[in-house]
C-alpha cells in the first residue's frame, strides 16, 4: 500500500464549477500538507501549505485537512480553463537527524472545459 | 519563477554515460532536495542536503551521488546511466526550518 494515495483522474469539468482533489495517507506521522499545481513538463508549483486540521484559504483555493480520517482535499472555486494541469498533494514528517522529505501523491489531471 | 534555478534543461546521452545536473537554490535557502518523477513513478524523493550535509536519503540508486557546496549549490551525478534513468529530475530547495519546498524546473534526460 502507498504511503499516500490520489485518485489520478482525469478530472474534467465546466468552467466555473467548483473542484474537489482529494488524498488520502497511511502514516500518522505526517504533520505539514501542501498542494501542488505542476503543468505538463513543468516544475511543480507550490499553491497551499498547511499544518493542522481545519481549513485554510487563499483566493479561489482552500485547502482541507482531517487528521483523524488521514483525508486532504483542495478545493477550486469558479475553476478556469487556466487551472488545467495536474495536481499533487505532499505531505511531510519530521526525520530524525532533522532531515525532511515531501512524499507525493501521483497527480490528479484536471481539464477545466469552456 | 520560483527562484530555484536548474541547468541543463535537456539532456540527452547515451547508455553507460555520466552526467552532471547542476541546481541553485532561491536565495537564503540552507535545503537543497533532488526528486525524480518518471511516467509510471511520479515524483521520487531522491536526496536532501542541508547547508553542505546530507539529512535525508530515499530510493536513490548507488550511481547516483550528489553533494551541495559551499555556495549552497547542488550537483547530481549519475553514472552508467541506463535507458530506465530517463526521466524529469527536479530541484527544490526550502528555507531553515521550514517543510515547504519550491521547484526547479527540472532537468529532462534521455538516455538513449
Known amino acids: 500500500q502507498k504511503e499516500v494515495e490520489q485518485d489520478p483522474g482525469p478530472l474534467s469539468v465546466p468552467e466555473g464549477a467548483i473542484v474537489s482533489l482529494n488524498c488520502t495517507y497511511s502514516?500518522?506521522?505526517?504533520?505539514?500538507f501542501m498542494w501542488y499545481r505542476q503543468y505538463s513538463r513543468k516544475g511543480p508549483e507550490l499553491l497551499m501549505y498547511t499544518y493542522s486540521s481545519g481549513n485554510k484559504e487563499d483566493g479561489r483555493f482552500t485547502a482541507q485537512v482531517d487528521k483523524s480520517s488521514k483525508y486532504i482535499s483542495l478545493f477550486i472555486r469558479d475553476s478556469q480553463p487556466s487551472d488545467s494541469a495536474t495536481y499533487l498533494c505532499a505531505m511531510s514528517a519530521p526525520l530524525t537527524g532533522g532531515g525532511n522529505k515531501l512524499t507525493f501523491g501521483t497527480g490528479t489531471q484536471l481539464k477545466v472545459e469552456l | 519563477d520560483s527562484g530555484v534555478t536548474q541547468t541543463p534543461k535537456h539532456l540527452i546521452t547515451a547508455t553507460g554515460q555520466r552526467v552532471t545536473l547542476r541546481c541553485s537554490p532561491r536565495?537564503?535557502?540552507?535545503?537543497v532536495y533532488w526528486y525524480q518523477q518518471s511516467l509510471d513513478q511520479g515524483l521520487q524523493f531522491l536526496i536532501q542536503?542541508?547547508?553542505?550535509?546530507?539529512?535525508a536519503k530515499g530510493n536513490i540508486l548507488e550511481r547516483f551521488s550528489a553533494q551541495q557546496f559551499p555556495d549552497l549549490h547542488s550537483e547530481l551525478n549519475l553514472s552508467s546511466l541506463e535507458l530506465g534513468d530517463s526521466a524529469l529530475y527536479f530541484c527544490a530547495s526550502s528555507a531553515q526550518r521550514r517543510t515547504e519546498a519550491f521547484f526547479g524546473q527540472g532537468t529532462r534526460l534521455t538516455v538513449v
Open positions: 536565495s537564503g535557502d540552507l535545503s
Open positions: 502514516n500518522s506521522a505526517f504533520q505539514y
Open positions: 542536503y542541508y547547508n553542505g550535509e546530507e539529512r
